[in-house]
């Protein structure tokens, strides 16, 4: 019986909250304006270019899961990419992205524990994504069709 009233004094106590509390005002919460960019951070990442006469290119970054680097590169149809990273500390993760920000398959190339591969349906910007722990060597590649 003790409960049920101290649960009865609750619910009155909620209503004179609610009550006294006044209008709720919906307009605290901004409410963007226009339509924003999809994946917006990522549509200024630093470009990857070759060297002349060179097909691929190596650098080394150090990453952390909680802010993942992205770079662009540009490849036409019928290419394909091939990404090799090895971190020190732990296996990064990789993600590609196609033209329009449409998500690329990556395939492990059999045999090879941190080797990728991406076949390319179209002409245009490719964003590479890395995220991991840590120093980590890259190494990205495209052979010329």
């Not at 003790?2 to 009865?8: A, E, G, T, Y």
């Not at 990789?94 to 076949?119: K, T």
């Amino acid at each position: 019986m003790r409960r049920l009233i101290l649960f009865l004094v609750g619910l009155v106590l909620i209503g004179i909250a609610a009550a006294t509390a006044g209008p709720v005002s919906r307009a605290s919460t901004p409410i963007p304006s226009g339509r924003s960019e999809p994946w917006a951070e990522y549509a200024s990442c630093p470009r990857i270019r070759f060297a002349r006469g060179s097909s691929s290119t190596e650098f080394t970054v150090h990453l952390s899961w909680y802010e993942p680097r992205c770079y662009v590169l540009w490849a036409r149809r019928g290419q394909q990419i091939f990404i090799t990273a090895v971190g020190r500390e732990e296996r990064p993760f990789i993600a590609a992205f196609g033209p329009a920000f449409r998500f690329m398959r990556l395939s492990r190339i059999e045999g090879m524990e941190r080797h990728w591969v991406v076949s390319l349906p179209q002409t245009g910007d490719y964003r590479i994504i890395l995220t991991g722990q840590g120093e980590t060597w890259v190494t990205i590649e495209i052979p010329p069709l």
